[in-house]
């Protein structure tokens, strides 16, 4: 592979210098386990089909895009905190932050139904 880069064009180079896993882990950096509970939790809902996995997998890839994995965490945090009951689970619906946050997921959401179903 060096004797490949010593001789190749610059943007060439450029390019496989950027291909490995530091560079997907910038562009991607959502692990595969979010990435699978996902998928799981999506084809739970709309079908157990190869077009489901397809389309699914298809969706986290776009959320991914808009949403830091970081962010993409707090959102669904909070949307689980809203679920339960009790005085705590009352700061989690009541804080524009928070709100905010569950926002910015639902609009990544809405693209990726857009374009993946």
């Not at 595969?32 to 079908?47: Q, S």
């Not at 679920?83 to 524009?96: D, I, K, L, N, V």
Request: aromatic share 6%; with cysteine; proline share 5%.
């Amino acid at each position: 592979m060096s004797l490949f880069r010593a001789v190749a064009p610059p943007a060439i180079a450029a390019a496989l210098a950027l291909s490995g896993p530091a560079a997907g882990q910038a562009v991607n950096d959502y692990p595969t386990n979010a990435r699978a509970e996902y998928v799981f939790a999506c084809m739970a809902t709309n079908g157990q089909t190869r077009d489901m996995l397809d389309r699914c997998s298809c969706a986290i890839d776009r959320i991914a895009e808009v949403l830091p994995y970081g962010d993409y965490v707090s959102a669904e945090t909070v949307l689980r905190m809203r679920q339960t009951t009790g005085e705590r689970a009352g700061m989690f619906r009541a804080m524009p932050q928070m709100t905010e946050s569950v926002a910015t997921l639902r609009r990544a959401e809405a693209e990726a139904e857009i374009l993946c179903f």
